[in-house]
């Protein structure tokens, strides 16, 4: 491939390591996954992240790129002012990942950090199922649940805190299960795809290998599986009318690893919200398109606006 610039792209997850060469163009140069080595500690994951960006960049060079800017997205709370991260999953505690970026990386090139779900809801906003609305939010629906919020056409960061619908309280009384933030009856305690799997098991005493199998169940008719997802469904259904009410979006899409329910989840959605709404707009409520590169797209658009403004300045 001929030599051009490129920015390094990152997407870290629990378990794996999404990442990228990409070019002004959104062409990605270079593709790779690797293993986040959770079961090691927080240190361990942090120096696994080091090493690939430094290792990526060198690439860049070695293959005679010009690296303009690095993105870097992680899950967990993100301290926009001081560039720290708390990730539970991480065992991250006000982690300063972006003051370790920068040491490791000895050019001044700039580095973006940003969340996880927010760069995969940037990318489907600038190239993917939210291209052309102003008003949208990308849902992914995985081992949590967060949400990226476009409003009037800029997306929603709240200094690294907004974003968090999977942590509003949407179940009530005897029904509420504590979640791992601490509150009970979060939406993220029924309608993750880890609360799929985890009802059923608690539910019926067998153990089933993710949300993949309870969906399987339900498909044959199993009367626990249906339960556990209409439970699901009633919860997203309360989080979308609210949602909807307070942002009024006109397209919602759908994603993580859920979203291959196809439209036995979103045709409940889309019949639930509609029956809701009475004076509001009502959101179109799609798949999202881009997969599981959609975080680390984010990540490259993200690098790319960052090395525009430098070069306007």
């Excluded at 959770?38 to 690939?52: F, K, M, Y």
């Excluded at 029956?275 to 798949?287: D, G, K, M, S, W």
Aim: glycine residues 12%; negative net charge.
């Amino acid at each position: 491939m001929d030599p051009c610039e490129v920015v390094v792209a990152v997407d870290l997850g629990g378990t794996r390591m999404k990442c990228g060469l990409v070019a002004a163009d959104g062409a990605v140069l270079h593709r790779e996954t690797r293993p986040t080595p959770r079961d090691a500690g927080g240190r361990a994951v942090l120096d696994a992240l080091l090493e690939t960006v430094v290792e990526l960049s060198q690439k860049a060079t070695a293959d005679g790129h010009r690296v303009r800017a690095i993105g870097v997205v992680v899950p967990g709370v993100i301290d926009a002012e001081h560039g720290t991260v708390g990730a539970e999953n991480l065992e991250w505690v006000a982690t300063p990942v972006l003051a370790e970026l920068k040491a490791a990386i000895s050019d001044d090139v700039p580095i973006v950090l940003a969340h996880d779900v927010r760069a995969g809801g940037y990318a489907e906003f600038r190239q993917g199922a939210l291209a052309g609305t102003t008003n949208s939010m990308f849902l992914p629906l995985g081992t949590g649940i967060a949400a990226a919020m476009i409003v009037d056409g800029s997306l929603v960061s709240g200094d690294g805190y907004a974003g968090e619908l999977g942590h509003s309280k949407f179940i009530y009384g005897d029904a509420a299960e504590l979640c791992a933030c601490g509150q009970w009856g979060c939406l993220e305690t029924v309608a993750s795809a880890a609360a799929l799997a985890r009802r059923y098991t608690a539910r019926t005493g067998r153990t089933v290998d993710g949300a993949r199998e309870v969906m399987e169940l339900l498909a044959a008719g199993d009367p626990d599986a249906a339960q556990v997802w209409q439970d699901a469904l009633a919860a997203l259904i309360d989080a979308l009318v609210l949602y909807t009410t307070l942002v009024a979006p006109t397209k919602i899409a759908i994603g993580g690893g859920l979203v291959g329910a196809g439209e036995t989840l979103l045709q409940p959605l889309r019949e639930g919200v509609h029956e809701r709404l009475t004076f509001q707009r009502e959101p179109e409520i799609v798949a999202a398109v881009l997969g599981e590169e959609a975080g680390m797209l984010g990540a490259a658009q993200m690098a790319w606006d960052r090395a525009d403004e430098e070069g306007r300045a």
